[in-house]
């Protein structure tokens, strides 16, 4: 049964945290988002790019 009082106690604490927590309004978490998938979308367009020049690099060296 002490498992149960646990659980319970722990649930309550979460609840009472959660009632803290400050929420983002709309239009911050589109913002936020749309910041996100932009430097996502540069950075794997980066990687991309840099891995694409190794390769060459590398088969211009194997050959």
Do not use: P, Y
């Not at 979460?14 to 589109?30: G, P, Y």
């Not at 996100?36 to 020049?53: K, M, N, W, Y």
């Amino acid at each position: 049964m002490q498992i149960i009082s646990k659980t319970k106690k722990f649930l309550q604490e979460v609840k009472t945290e959660f009632k803290k927590v400050s929420w983002s309004d709309r239009n911050e978490l589109i913002g936020s988002t749309s910041v996100v998938i932009v430097s996502v979308a540069l950075l794997a367009t980066f990687i991309g790019v840099c891995d694409f020049v190794f390769a060459k690099i590398i088969n211009i060296i194997i050959r």
